[in-house]
């Protein structure tokens, strides 16, 4: 063991969104003598592998589907050359490097240390940090905290599934694949599905059961996988894969797959992309040296407060297993180090768990905070009372039939003064609709609250505020 080289207040491992946050709120806010160590780029899963390119992605998607759309409000658009997917590429990376650049900087501003290497607990209160030219230094924290985020799982059971990638892999991808196979049924699989298929890949879908976003209220899931169906993205139900192959001639890929209509071998694949779930990013980070417990899926065990079983040890984000999602690992942080480092007024500050509002970036987008109709009516029984419409937007009237999206609304009421537990929304816009909405169900709104407010007309929005 190295011998002890710096000593700090509060030791950060993770430099993802979650753990930054907290680090600068502690030194910046309070002067804790901070230090944040990440062994690969600044910024986590979000900036450079998840949230802020998945966006830049399907903003492009979308642009494909308005060249679409344009034919209809009487424009003739005519496109030189396809999508140039290797272009993009190289600028959207170079904005994600631009990124990396600002949080090393607001790291500086606001003086945390930044330490790059990898970091493993010794014990309680000492860690160990391996440099990127291979030399060790330990340092001695008073508090810790572990936010070092998840990876994508590649199935272990498949023969062959090495041939695959991960979501890290797509945006990897130098060029669009001409097809491609995703496995998976959550909203990584979703998005990553809808913006393939826009930006014009043959796309494949195979989920295990007959509808994908199975967390999410059954009127989303079932006018999703109709909306995907139409859009020609070909979904394979009830499915499970026995084996990838890689010709070594072409480098193209064959499935080998059962689902609800036949088996058979899907073929001539460019890419499989594996996006069954995410695993805690615990692997050689020295839990048990420090006596941190896990749960029964391999997260590290945190109580309301993000506290560990260990006292001066605490966890937060992906890690930790719960909501996972950039915005709640953030709040969280900001509000861990209000309560370690702050004034007596923030010792009991801690992220409110409940009513988070969530957005899939699907096509047209996704939107959901609180519970789903069965959740409700496992917890409120005959006290739960639904209002739901389902229309065509103002959008497509210029459209044929065939080319029209759905949008379907729904909120899930409880009680005599009917209040909003749950508010799902699917269609053009939702992604920025739902902020708003959120703010009202998080205050506790009624569905009179909701009446009160006059539409705004023509909008989508309004429908919401006019449910019969």
């Known amino acids: 063991m190295a011998p002890i080289s710096k000593e700090c207040d509060f030791l950060v491992i993770g430099g993802g969104s979650g753990g930054l946050a907290c680090a600068r709120r502690a030194s910046a806010f309070y002067g804790a003598k901070t230090i944040a160590v990440e062994n690969k780029r600044l910024g986590g899963t979000c900036v450079n592998v998840g949230c802020v390119p998945k966006k830049i992605t399907w903003n492009a998607a979308a642009i494909s589907e308005a060249i679409h759309d344009a034919k209809a409000y009487g424009f003739s658009v005519n496109q030189a050359a396809p999508f140039d997917w290797t272009a993009f590429k190289n600028k959207r990376d170079t904005y994600v490097k631009w990124l990396n650049g600002i949080y090393e900087r607001n790291l500086a501003n606001d003086k945390v240390e930044y330490i790059h290497g990898r970091a493993q607990l010794l014990n309680r209160n000492e860690v160990e940090i391996t440099l990127d030219n291979g030399n060790k230094e330990t340092v001695r924290a008073k508090n810790i905290l572990l936010a070092t985020g998840g990876y994508p799982t590649i199935p272990k059971h498949i023969p062959g599934a090495q041939y ?7 945006f990897d991808l130098e060029k669009q694949p001409k097809k491609v196979a995703l496995v998976g049924a959550g909203y990584i699989a979703v998005e990553l599905a809808g913006m393939f298929n826009a930006l014009g890949s043959e796309t494949h879908m195979f989920i295990r059961h007959g509808t994908f976003l199975r967390t999410f209220d059954p009127m989303i899931q079932e006018a999703a996988v109709k909306e995907y169906e139409r859009q020609g993205i070909h979904i394979h139900k009830q499915s499970s894969q026995s084996k990838v192959e890689k010709d070594k001639a072409t480098g193209k890929l064959r499935l080998y797959y059962e689902d609800s209509e036949s088996s058979g071998v899907l073929e001539d694949l460019d890419t499989v992309l594996w996006a069954i779930g995410r695993s805690p990013q615990v692997e050689d980070l020295g839990l048990d040296r420090a006596g941190v417990n896990t749960t029964e899926k391999g997260h590290i065990a945190v109580d309301g407060f993000q506290n560990t079983n260990v006292g001066n040890i605490f966890a937060l984000g992906d890690v930790c297993g719960r909501v996972e999602l950039t915005p709640v690992a953030i709040a969280a942080g900001r509000r861990l180090g209000d309560r370690l480092f702050g004034p007596e007024k923030f010792k009991t500050a801690r992220l409110d768990y409940e009513n988070i509002p969530s957005v899939v970036f699907a096509h047209p987008e996704i939107g959901s905070i609180g519970l789903t109709e069965p959740q409700a009516r496992e917890k409120y029984g005959d006290e739960v009372k639904i209002y739901k419409t389902n229309f065509t937007a103002l ?52 569905k009179a609250d909701f009446d009160n407010c006059v539409a705004i007309h023509p909008t989508s929005a309004e429908e919401l505020v006019t449910l019969k």
Do not use: N, W
């Not at 695959?164 to 797509?170: A, N, W, Y």
């Open 164 to 170: 695959g990638i991960d979501s890290d892999g797509f």
């Open 395 to 446: 959008y497509y009237s210029m459209m044929e039939s065939g080319e029209k999206g759905p949008t379907s609304y729904k909120l899930v009421c409880v009680g005599e003064e009917e209040r909003i537990v749950g508010l799902h929304i699917l269609g053009l816009g939702s992604g920025e609709m739902l902020q708003g909405f959120g703010v009202a169900v998080k205050m506790g709104a009624t």
